[in-house]
Antibody, heavy 121, light 110 residues
Framework: QITLKESGPTLVKPTQTLTLTCTLSGFSVNTRGVGVGWIRQPPGKALEWLAVVYWDDDVGYSPSLKNRLTIARDPSNNQVVLTMTNMDPMDTATYYC?????????????WGQGTPVTVSS | QSALTQPRSVSGSPRQSVTISCTGSSSDVGRYNFVSWYQQQPGKAPKLIVYDVSKRPSGVPDRFSGSKSGNTAALTISGLLPEDESDYYCCSYAGDYTWVFGGGTTLTVL
């Protein structure tokens, strides 16, 4: 059974750095072709794609957030970690991780349940 | 990289069909056949319902179909059921390992 589960702080202060972890089950972050992405959704608003890391450590970032994001695999724990620097109240959102399943596939087939993050002093 | 454009809302009666459009550019929807659609119920994670423009994952009813023409993709839901009432998002690969989502469409089944 394939599952993804996000974890991290629910509350961060402005200017702090957010670190979120996506723990994978039922598939490996080392499997050729696999990618894991992060997507967020502010309350009542649309989904926004943030970043992706592939099995071979290639990465992609949203152009508008590129300077604040870092994504990396942790194969020893079968996890993917996203860090976002200089957090702002506008970054308040539910953060999801999702799997891109295959080489040259352009979709995310399994999603985590999401983890809410509030940015407030 | 701008968000894909979707209508804010659409509506239809049970057993009718509705189509949700998703307009991008020649850099995303128009360039790649990697358009996907997601259904999101309130308080839930998005669920993949169409991928690669027109393919359906196992378990998704064939009432859901996707298409694309030029820079615009579309999701058609035929034979509307009350449980189809949900938010729908399109997404396209945009090159250089990036993706872009649409602004979302709320479907109301009257």
């Amino acid at each position: 059974q394939i599952t993804l589960k996000e974890s991290g702080p629910t509350l961060v202060k402005p200017t702090q750095t957010l670190t979120l972890t996506c723990t994978l089950s039922g598939f490996s972050v080392n499997t050729r072709g696999v990618g894991v992405g992060w997507i967020r959704q502010p309350p009542g608003k649309a989904l926004e794609w943030l970043a992706v890391v592939y099995w071979d450590d290639d990465v992609g970032y949203s152009p508008s957030l590129k300077n604040r994001l870092t994504i990396a695999r942790d194969p020893s724990n079968n996890q993917v970690v996203l860090t976002m620097t200089n957090m702002d109240p506008m970054d308040t959102a539910t953060y999801y991780c999702a799997r891109r399943p295959l080489v040259a596939s352009g979709y995310f087939d399994y999603w985590g349940q999401g983890t809410p993050v509030t940015v407030s002093s | 990289q701008s968000a894909l454009t979707q209508p804010r809302s659409v509506s239809g009666s049970p057993r009718q069909s509705v189509t949700i459009s998703c307009t991008g550019s020649s850099s995303d929807v128009g360039r790649y056949n990697f358009v996907s659609w997601y259904q999101q119920q309130p308080g839930k994670a998005p669920k993949l319902i169409v991928y690669d423009v027109s393919k359906r994952p196992s378990g998704v009813p064939d009432r859901f179909s996707g298409s694309k023409s030029g820079n615009t993709a579309a999701l058609t839901i035929s034979g509307l059921l009350p449980e189809d009432e949900s938010d729908y998002y399109c997404c396209s690969y945009a090159g250089d390992y990036t993706w872009v989502f649409g602004g979302g469409t709320t479907l109301t089944v009257l």
